[in-house]
């Protein structure tokens, strides 16, 4: 298959792309540059340098080839930060996203896989989670991936588009050659390994009075390989005009301060933790259900431990202290 991919040099994007890559696909990667990098864009790629919300290049790209899918990755990430700067979620999340699928359906793409997220639900009504759960989010970010999943049913009714909305918990661990690196860095895990590396003083841990067991969020956290194979199983899978909803997580629920400790067992090294109080729209636990997708596609996390998937991000943050800045170093494909 030809598959256009938003935002493939990012973190998930790019796992993503080495294994369509490795699996025998045609990729084209469009791509800012903003938040990914060139480095981990696998070479057999087409990287395209652009924006995911340029109507012309849109135009331009899928006129002149004929895709067999899109898979949409191009988004901010920073749930906190869209508390802070709601319109450049909007804008980028959601307004980009929009114009991307109005471009699709002129063009007649007819699958599109939408990385979206767990952050849609907001605050648990039950866990763990399934599909049918409600949808309220707490957060900018949230609310701005469920606008464009409300988007992608409209053009599924209106257009024959199929297509797959695939609800993330929290993304985490690293392959073989590429790895975990957003400048700021906001994820837990990645955060700690700094501090273990030496490169941070300390943890910052937000808020220790959630009704959890130990006071501190409660999170499910799942392997990007797992993720990147997933989306593989859906596109394969997606028929135009289909509707394909998965939460893509692996049913188990660690605190904060678990996430620590595991950290610790896996580096050897002390993490210390400072803490501060709560961050606006952070749920105090999001676990999943993802019992449709194993049912449906068969689709089974192969690293679902959290000392494996730790142990994934300390081996690639030691190949690659500084990332992909790394001097000397780069992916070996």
């Known amino acids: 298959m030809r598959i256009l991919v938003t935002g493939g040099a990012g973190y998930i994007g790019s796992h993503v792309v ?3 890559i490795h699996e025998g696909h045609g990729v084209t990667v469009l791509d800012s ?12 790629a087409r990287l395209v340098q652009g924006n995911c919300g340029d109507p012309d290049l849109l135009d331009q790209l899928l006129s002149g080839t004929a895709f067999d899918g899109v ?17 450049r979620f909007f804008v980028n999340n959601a307004a980009r996203a929009m114009i991307l699928l109005d471009r699709c359906a002129a063009h007649s ?11 849609t639900y907001g605050t648990p009504e039950y866990t763990p989670m399934d ?3 409600p949808q309220a989010p707490t957060s900018t970010y949230g609310y701005a991936k469920l606008q464009v999943e409300g988007a992608l049913e409209w053009m599924r009714r209106l257009r024959g588009l199929g297509y797959a909305a695939l609800r993330y918990f929290n993304a985490s661990g690293c392959g073989p050659e590429l790895g975990e690196d957003h400048s700021p860095e906001t994820h837990l895990i990645p955060l700690a390994l700094e501090v273990a590396q030496g490169t941070r003083q300390a943890l910052k841990l937000f808020g220790t009075d959630y009704p959890t067991p130990d006071g ?22 997606l028929e135009p005009g289909q509707r394909r909803v998965y939460n893509l997580g692996n049913g188990t629920g660690y605190s904060v301060k678990e996430v620590i400790e595991a950290a610790r067992r896996v580096t050897g090294h ?15 636990a999001l676990v ?9 596609l068969g689709w089974e996390p192969a690293i679902p431990d959290l000392d494996g998937i730790i142990r994934s991000a300390w081996a690639w943050k030691q190949r690659f202290p500084q990332g992909y800045a790394t001097p000397g170093q780069a992916p070996r494909w």
């Open 33 to 44: 540059l903003e938040k990914g990098h060139r480095a981990a864009v696998h070479p057999s």
């Open 71 to 87: 898979m949409h990755f191009a988004a901010y990430i920073e749930a906190g930060e869209s508390m802070t700067d709601p319109g």
């Open 270 to 284: 002390a993490i210390p933790v400072e803490t501060g109080p709560r961050r606006p729209g952070d749920p105090p």
């Open 109 to 119: 793409v007819q699958r599109f896989i939408f990385s979206s997220t767990a952050a």
């Open 131 to 133: 599909e049918a759960h």
């Open 216 to 237: 501190t969020c409660l999170r499910d956290y799942i392997h990007v390989l797992d993720l990147a194979r997933a989306h593989l199983m859906a596109l394969e899978r």
């Open 288 to 296: 999943a259900s993802s019992d449709r997708i194993r049912r449906d």
């Open 18 to 20: 080495d294994l369509l």
